[in-house]
C-alpha cells in the first residue's frame, strides 16, 4: 500500500504517515515521510502533521465551552491528591480549568458560590461521600442550577451505576478514566 501511495504522491500527492503499533518493528526506509507509534499524543501528532503539511503553526487553543454561555464549569470532587492532579491533567487536555473541592462538603460549599455545569464526584470521600453531597445537591439546589453529576469511582459493579442514578447522578466513570 505504501508503495502504490508513493507512486501517487509523484504524482502531487501527499506525504505518507505511519501510525505503528507500540513495540512494532516496521522497516520503513523510504517508503514513509514520519512514523509515530500508537497511542500517539496529541501534541505530537499535531507537530508532525504540521511539518509534512506545511500548514501553519498558528492552531487556536481548544476551550471548552456552550455557544449560549461560554466556558464550561466543572468541579472535581476528588480527596486523592494523586488523582486529582491527573484529572486536572486530563480536563486541561479538553481546554477545561476544574474548580476543585477535597470532599463532598466543600463540594456543597462551592455550589453553594458558584454555578457549574459538571460535577465529577468522588464516590469514597471523608467528611461527606459523594453519593451523600450528591443528594443534598439534588434536593438544595433550584432547577436551574442543577449540574450534570458523573461519578468517578474504581468499583465499576453494576449495583455501584444503580447506588449512584439513585442519589441522583447522571452518569458514572470507572477510573481510571481514559
Same mark, same amino acid.
Given at each position: 500500500l505504501a508503495d502504490d501511495l508513493r507512486a501517487d504522491?509523484?504524482?502531487?500527492?501527499? +506525504?505518507?504517515?505511519?501510525? *505503528?503499533?507500540?513495540?512494532?518493528?516496521?522497516? !520503513? *526506509?523510504?517508503? /514513509? %515521510? *514520519?512514523?509515530? !507509534?500508537k497511542?500517539?499524543?496529541s501534541d505530537r501528532f499535531r507537530d508532525v502533521t504540521t511539518r509534512l503539511t506545511g500548514l501553519a503553526e498558528d492552531v487556536p487553543e481548544v476551550r471548552a465551552s456552550r455557544p449560549d454561555t461560554g466556558p464550561v464549569r466543572v468541579l472535581?470532587?476528588? %480527596?486523592?491528591?494523586? =488523582?486529582?492532579?491527573?484529572?486536572?491533567?486530563?480536563?486541561?487536555?479538553?481546554?477545561?480549568? +476544574?474548580d476543585v473541592a477535597e470532599d463532598g462538603q466543600q463540594a456543597l460549599d462551592?455550589? $453553594?458560590?458558584? !454555578?457549574?455545569?459538571?460535577v465529577l464526584m468522588d464516590l469514597q470521600m471523608p467528611v461527606l461521600d459523594g453519593l451523600e453531597a450528591t443528594?443534598?445537591?439534588?434536593?438544595?439546589?433550584? +432547577?436551574?442550577?442543577?449540574p450534570v453529576?458523573?461519578?468517578? !469511582?474504581? =468499583? $465499576? /459493579?453494576?449495583? %455501584?451505576q444503580a447506588r449512584c442514578r439513585e442519589a441522583g447522578m447522571d452518569g458514572f466513570l470507572s477510573k481510571p478514566v481514559r
Open positions: 504522491i509523484a504524482r502531487g500527492g501527499r +506525504p505518507i504517515l505511519l501510525l *505503528a503499533p507500540l513495540g512494532s518493528h516496521v522497516v !520503513t *526506509a523510504g517508503l /514513509f %515521510d *514520519a512514523v509515530l !507509534t497511542p500517539v499524543r472535581l470532587v476528588e %480527596d486523592h491528591e494523586v =488523582n486529582r492532579k491527573v484529572a486536572v491533567g486530563l480536563l486541561s487536555r479538553l481546554g477545561v480549568v +476544574p462551592a455550589l $453553594a458560590r458558584a !454555578t457549574y455545569d459538571l443528594r443534598r445537591l439534588r434536593a438544595t439546589l433550584p +432547577p436551574e442550577r442543577q453529576v458523573v461519578a468517578l !469511582t474504581a =468499583n $465499576a /459493579f453494576a449495583e %455501584d
